[in-house]
């Protein structure tokens, strides 16, 4: 399996690639830097939106790991993933985005979302939208194999890596102990997981730790 990540500096990303390694895929690492913060030995610098279809050419898998915070930057989440999408369009190559919490419903009718709450906080909304948008604009597309991976509520940078998750889909789902919680390192491994089996093409599916 040959696997390439985009904006690959990126602390998700990092983690992702490191749990593709040691399962033995190859990876190759797509970053804006200079430096190579990843366990990728194959690095290239290169800006996500200066990827072409060139560079992304023969790849089982794309991991698009693009995260900005700053209200300048919050639209390249669209633009990124859109970019993404216009290579890999007509092709065999899945695309694996990671996503937000924000989006996801808290109701069965999927009208209200976990941004929607009054206890949201302020702070984060402007990346709720902006990955929320940036979900829409993906459904659109049936010409490529996109699969959006939503983390739970409390992404943990340096949380436990367990080893177990709850696989969910696209309802805020807690676990037995009411919990919506999930560290990068476990996130990594529902996110290689879905890389190695392939199960959800072109929807959104989230994880919880267990």
Not at 24 to 41: H, I, P
Not at 57 to 83: C, N, R, Y
Not at 187 to 204: C, F, L, P, T
Request: charged fraction near 30%; hydrophobic fraction near 40%; include cysteine.
């Amino acid at each position: 399996m040959k696997i390439a990540v985009a904006a690959a500096n990126g602390r998700v990303a990092q983690k992702v690639i490191k749990e593709a390694l040691d399962r033995g895929f190859e990876v190759k690492a797509f970053g804006r830097g200079s430096e190579n913060k990843t366990a990728a030995a194959d690095y290239v610098q290169k800006d996500i939106m200066d990827l072409t279809k060139e560079d992304l050419a023969g790849f089982d898998v794309v991991v698009d790991g693009f995260g900005a915070w700053t209200d300048e930057e919050l639209p390249m989440h669209i633009k990124t993933s859109q970019h993404l999408c216009d290579i890999l369009s007509g092709t065999d190559t899945r695309l694996l985005i990671v996503g937000g919490a924000g989006s996801l419903y808290v109701n069965p009718e999927h009208t209200v979302q976990v941004k929607d709450g009054a206890d949201f906080p302020a702070m984060f909304l402007p990346l709720a939208n902006a990955q929320g948008q940036e979900l829409e604009e993906l459904r659109k597309r049936d010409d490529v194999k996109w699969t959006f991976i939503s983390p739970a509520g409390d992404f943990q940078a340096d949380g436990e890596r367990t080893g177990k998750y709850i696989l969910a889909g696209e309802e805020l789902t807690l676990n037995s102990k009411g919990e919506s919680i999930i560290s990068y390192a476990d996130y990594a491994i529902a996110m290689v997981d879905e890389i190695e089996n392939g199960d959800h093409i072109s929807q959104r599916i989230s994880v919880v730790r267990e």
